[in-house]
Structure formats: structure tokens, C-alpha cells
């Protein structure tokens, strides 16, 4: 399983990045999954939807499904988050999965960096960013990209992961 990170402290740029990494590679031909980490109760369902008041009523797992997509929900109710190994063991088959966020796991990472956040760069006490997306030009001994050229950024984690 070929996976890449993007990671940086909040409002850094992260999702942006991932957003256009997906339609940059997913352009060149290669499938791309995601997997996004949440510090909240993220919520994707509604409040009155039937599949919320299956939840709301107990349910472990809820799987709605149409003819557009599908999605399983799984409530921990009180369990331990599962770690991101076990994680990437629900996405089906891809090229190449790119995960926003989990900073301190040992997957290779990008750093999405803002100068306006104020925020020391990651890099320097994290061995697994191998370089930097930035809006700015900060002192690092990594590669170093401009935060909006998606495709030298898309050439590099592509060439990381032998794509």
C-alpha cells in the first residue's frame, strides 16, 4: 500500500493541498483514497436523517446506500480510536492514499506551512516530513516547494512512492 502524508499545524493549508494533490494525480491517471484525521467529534450525519436516528438509537455501524455511493459510519461508543494501520485496512484498493493530518505517525510526509499561522515549522523535530510546501522561504535542509505548485508537489510524493 503506497501512502503519503500532509500534515502542518491548523490553517496551514493542509486540506488545499490534498484537494488539489487528488485532482493532480487522479488527473495523471493513477486512483487516489484519502483519509482525513479529525481532533473532533466530526459529524457527517444530520440530526433527523434516518440513518442518524439509527445511530441515535444505538446502532454500531450504519451503511446508507444509493445508486451515487455509499457510506459506513461506525460508532466507537466509548472504544479507543483505532490506529491509522488498522484504518487504512477499511479503504479498498488505490494507487496511492494520501492522509491529512496524523503528524506523529512514521508515514513519509509533506509539511504544509503558512507563514501568517506564526507556527514553527514541524520539520525540524519530525524525521518523517521529507519537505516543505510554504507560502514563504523558510531555512530547512528538505526540499522545499511553493504551498501552490500542486504539480512539482504531485512529481515528488509520486516519484517517493515509486509511481
Same mark, same amino acid.
Not at 500500500?1 to 490534498?18: A, E, P, Q
Not at 504544509?112 to 514553527?120: K, P, V
Given at each position: 500500500? *503506497?501512502?503519503?502524508?500532509?500534515?502542518?499545524?491548523?490553517?496551514?493549508?493542509?486540506?488545499?493541498? @490534498?484537494?488539489?494533490?487528488?485532482?493532480? %494525480?487522479?488527473?495523471?491517471?493513477?486512483?487516489?483514497?484519502?483519509?482525513?484525521?479529525?481532533?473532533?467529534?466530526?459529524? %457527517?450525519?444530520?440530526?433527523?436523517?434516518?440513518?442518524? #436516528?439509527? *445511530?441515535?438509537?444505538?446502532?454500531?455501524?450504519?451503511? @446508507?446506500?444509493?445508486? &451515487?455511493?455509499?457510506?459506513?459510519?461506525?460508532?466507537?461508543?466509548?472504544?479507543?480510536? $483505532? $490506529?491509522?494501520? !488498522?484504518?487504512?485496512?477499511? /479503504?479498498?484498493?488505490?494507487? /496511492? %492514499?494520501?492522509?491529512?493530518?496524523?503528524? #506523529? !505517525?512514521?508515514?513519509?510526509? %509533506?509539511?504544509?506551512?503558512?507563514?501568517?499561522?506564526?507556527?514553527?515549522?514541524? +520539520?525540524?523535530?519530525?524525521?518523517? &516530513?521529507?519537505?516543505? +510546501?510554504?507560502?514563504?522561504? $523558510?531555512? &530547512?535542509?528538505? $526540499?522545499?516547494?511553493?504551498?501552490?505548485?500542486?504539480? +512539482? &508537489?504531485?512529481?515528488?510524493?509520486?516519484? !517517493?512512492?515509486?509511481?
Amino acid at each position: 500500500m *503506497r501512502v503519503y502524508g500532509i500534515t502542518g499545524w491548523k490553517d496551514s493549508g493542509k486540506t488545499g493541498l @490534498v484537494e488539489r494533490l487528488v485532482a493532480e %494525480i487522479t488527473g495523471r491517471g493513477f486512483s487516489v483514497s484519502t483519509l482525513k484525521h479529525a481532533h473532533h467529534a466530526t459529524e %457527517i450525519d444530520h440530526p433527523g436523517r434516518d440513518s442518524y #436516528r439509527h *445511530r441515535q438509537a444505538g446502532a454500531r455501524e450504519v451503511l @446508507v446506500a444509493s445508486p &451515487i455511493r455509499w457510506a459506513l459510519m461506525h460508532e466507537l461508543r466509548g472504544a479507543p480510536e $483505532p $490506529p491509522l494501520v !488498522e484504518l487504512l485496512k477499511k /479503504l479498498g484498493p488505490a494507487d /496511492l %492514499i494520501l492522509i491529512e493530518g496524523y503528524k #506523529r !505517525e512514521s508515514h513519509p510526509k %509533506i509539511e504544509a506551512h503558512r507563514a501568517a499561522t506564526g507556527r514553527a515549522l514541524l +520539520a525540524g523535530e519530525n524525521p518523517t &516530513i521529507r519537505a516543505v +510546501a510554504s507560502d514563504a522561504v $523558510p531555512d &530547512i535542509d528538505l $526540499p522545499l516547494f511553493d504551498l501552490d505548485d500542486t504539480a +512539482a &508537489i504531485a512529481d515528488f510524493i509520486l516519484s !517517493e512512492v515509486g509511481l
